[in-house]
């Protein structure tokens, strides 16, 4: 399994992803899920990776020399013109990846499964965040809707970002949050494991400076771990549990005999000959 | 789609069920997902279905009379001797109706999709909390090891019971997590939707007594959907921000140029040909 997460926001992108892949609970190796394209002071693009690892390493084996035949000839992530352009070669490279290897996989009944988030920056024009599906399609973050992708084991960090990231969110709070929507995906489920890829991309510098590696000894990401489980807990505790008064109070459960008078639950009673 | 919870605890029971159900988005409905079976005194049981709503009603209706050939000659819920015998037949209902629907459904390729939590207390046993699956069978939650079943969408309110329950939790406190943990999947999921019904069940009492329907006019509920995601904002804000200096400290990242000497991400860079 996987976590990958990425924000486009006002001031850039923030991309996170683990390093856990498992064929089966015996087979439990690390890979880097994340592959960085610069071309300094031009582009740079990120892609991140979760699915089928034999699909997602063809397809990027298979991108970096891709092209994809426009009105203007072919052209490549390194000489395409925008980030929607850029997107489409990586759809067709997963669409060439389905026509080598699409029916084999469904002769053994392997699914074609794959999904990719791909964002970055093209010089003149803005940040853009894609996720690209398995056929090759893809949707594209908006500026008036929602502005981060998940790929992978992706509920279990979802309430955290819903809560506190929106696009005027500032990178370095959002690459926070995303360490802890990752840390508390990591703690729910075994199949997404350290270390961490974190690249956080400063609109407008075409350059892929700010890139961390995060395994168990990094100190800030060990920070997070224990003071967010530790604060949230405080905070759980801060917060009145329901009162059972019959004297109903505003920060109380309204009791169960006013309740049932107007919501009756289904409560069913013993019948009489079972007695 | 349905989220229940349920935890098993030193001082009881907590169950806790949303309402919606839809068959397709054009297709929403509420339904109550929590049945109680009672007889004051004796035992006091709890049902909390998801799934097929034509399934798990099936299997309702048919529990209250249904009876399981035992040493003992036939046991229904209302004279079994143990919740474990409840359990077993709260499988054989599941079973009944399989034999009656399982073959039809397949004929429309509709699968047999179901998820029971079970749970209560007869006279004379602790409280018992089970999962009861579709082909009948059934886990406990063990006194050493999980203390709570979720069953329909779960993963999204899981974290914050990983973190905060465990089986020496009060039994409000728990019913206070329960209701976070409801309130974070309402938030990233509008197939879960209110109103919702509570139970807590204090041990040996063997008397459902506090039961509350919880609808968008409750004042605790609102009281915890206000002022949780609003704590959850200021603990995410008092946790510093990453520094990025090249002078590392203790609660910054490391900087990326000594990240990338030990750990060099995958980064590709433009082919000379293509500048």
New interface residues.
């Given amino acids: 399994m996987t976590y990958c997460v990425a924000m486009s926001l006002d001031g850039g992108l923030v991309f996170l992803s683990d390093s856990r892949t498992n064929a089966g609970l015996d087979q439990i190796s690390t890979f880097?899920k994340?592959?960085?394209?610069?071309?300094e002071g031009?582009?740079v693009m990120v892609l991140l990776a979760a699915g089928n690892l034999a699909l997602t390493q063809a397809v990027r084996q298979l991108l970096?020399?891709h092209t994809l035949e426009c009105d203007d000839g072919p052209v490549?992530i390194?000489?395409c013109k925008t980030m929607f352009d850029a997107a489409r070669i990586v759809g067709s490279a997963i669409r060439k990846v389905f026509e080598r290897d699409g029916d084999s996989l469904r002769k053994f009944g392997i699914e074609f499964n794959l999904n990719l988030i791909f964002g970055g920056q093209i010089k003149g024009e803005p940040t853009r965040l894609f996720n690209v599906y398995a056929a090759g399609n893809f949707v594209e973050a908006g500026e008036d809707g929602v502005c981060y992708f998940q790929i992978g084991e992706s509920?279990?960090?979802?309430?955290?970002i819903?809560?506190?990231v929106n696009r005027s969110t500032?990178l370095?709070?959002a690459?926070?949050?995303a360490?802890?929507s990752m840390d508390?995906?990591l703690?729910?489920n075994l199949s997404v494991g350290l270390?961490l890829?974190?690249?956080i991309y400063h609109a407008d510098t075409l350059h892929?400076?700010?890139?961390?590696?995060?395994?168990e000894h990094?100190?800030?990401?060990r920070?997070?771990r224990s003071?967010?489980?530790q604060?949230?807990?405080?905070?759980?505790?801060?917060?009145?549990?329901?009162?059972?008064d019959e004297t109903s109070s505003?920060?109380?459960?309204?009791p169960?005999s006013q309740?049932?008078q107007?919501?009756p639950?289904?409560?069913?009673?013993?019948?009489q000959q079972?007695?």
Same sequence: chains 1, 2.
């Fill in positions: 880097r994340m592959t960085v394209y610069e071309k031009d582009r970096n020399g490549s390194w000489n509920k279990y960090g979802k309430p955290i819903d809560r506190v500032p370095d709070q690459a926070k949050c360490l802890v508390s995906t703690k729910s270390p890829d974190l690249l892929a400076q700010r890139i961390v590696h995060i395994d990094d100190p800030y990401f920070m997070i003071s967010w489980g604060r949230l807990r405080e905070v759980f505790e801060s917060i009145p549990n329901p009162v059972w505003e920060s109380g459960l309204r169960p309740h049932e107007l919501n639950i289904r409560k069913v009673n013993a019948p079972a007695s």
